[in-house]
């Protein structure tokens, strides 16, 4: 992640322009998306009154990513936050948010370490493919273990005939290597494009 030594400046003018002054060049809110993606820190202030507004741009980002249809915040979620405001606990909810994402962070953090040591550790990705074959045959052998019915009674029970639970397989068995690409291609992403 690219971290600067002091936060960039945006200001914002009245005609709703935001203006970085690191860069000279107008910006929106999708370019204060990325830098924040980018671990790029800013502060945004009122070009009119000098005023500190860096809050509320962050909070109109959250609010266009949610309008895009990439809802993050569960409905309870905000329904709660909401209450939270004016009530004696106020205090503690910025802060409790703080601890309980900066947790998460880390441990989305471990997770990616583990998942690319799984898949650069093995030759070819082994190790991940050895897992998923271990979960298909559990899954395999509790599939057979939950058919209500002798195999060889397949009038009576057309729930078991081998190939329902097959192409149930075969699609499992595309979805886990489909992920196995996508894990892959995070492994493999450069550690500053985060």
Do not use: C, W
Not at 89 to 102: F, G, K, N
Not at 150 to 175: F, H, I, M, S, V
């Amino acid at each position: 992640m690219a971290k600067t030594q002091d936060p960039v400046t945006i200001k914002k003018y009245a005609n709703r322009r935001l203006y970085n002054t690191g860069t000279s060049t107008y910006v929106t809110l999708e370019d204060l998306a990325t830098m924040v993606k980018e671990g790029e820190d800013f502060v945004v202030y009122d070009a009119k009154n000098g005023d500190d507004i860096t809050h509320s741009v962050l909070t109109q980002i959250i609010f266009e990513q949610e309008n895009k249809g990439q809802n993050l915040l569960p409905i309870a979620f905000l329904r709660q936050i909401i209450r939270f405001y004016g009530d004696s606990m106020q205090m503690m909810v910025p802060r409790y948010l703080e601890m309980s994402i900066d947790s998460f962070t880390k441990e989305q953090e471990k997770f990616r370490d583990q998942v690319a040591k799984t898949l650069v550790g093995a030759p070819f990705g082994g190790g991940f493919d050895e897992h998923v074959r271990r979960n298909m045959e559990m899954f395999e052998r509790a599939f057979n273990i939950f058919i209500p019915f002798n195999k060889g009674d397949e009038a009576a029970a057309p729930a078991a005939t081998p190939e329902r639970p097959t192409d149930e397989l075969d699609a499992l068995k595309r979805q886990m290597a489909d992920m196995q690409q996508k894990l892959e291609r995070l492994a493999t992403k450069p550690e500053g494009s985060n």
